[in-house]
């Protein structure tokens, strides 16, 4: 089961479809895997909050993950994404919220799943996970326009 949960009203306004585009993208992520997911769709301030008292920076950040403990099961964890953060990189990298919304979601749900991108190799293979599951559900790969630079 995946539970959303809108704190920010700014997400349904930019996008009415917002509880739909999150459930597709978790679901396309999970495939088979059987858990439930918390996704709270909230501000800037709220992430900011959360990503000072839990990682010690005191700044907002698009996506934080809280893997659950396995005795938690069938709780796979918790995604929090902060609206402005999200709107703002969207627009700077030239893609809709929708889809930056669905890649984000995806690389939340990859994390409660124990991936990382702590060093080079990691990432590679996160961002590759994360470009199939993506293309599977007709976005685009995120990571093009990094490609070309």
Known sequence: MIEIEVEAEAWTGALPETEAIVERAAQAALGAIEGDIVVLLT?????????ARFRDKDRPTNVLSFPAPDNAAPHLG???????????????????LADHLS????HGVL????????????????EAEERDILAQIGIADPYASEQQD
Do not use: P
């Open 43 to 51: 501000d800037d301030e709220s992430v900011r909050e959360l990503n």
């Open 78 to 96: 918790d995604i929090v994404l902060a609206y402005g953060v999200c709107a703002t990189e969207a627009e700077a990298q030239g893609k809709t």
């Open 103 to 106: 890649h984000l979601v995806v």
């Open 111 to 126: 994390h409660l799943l124990g991936r990382d991108h702590e060093d080079d190799g990691e990432a590679e293979e996160m």
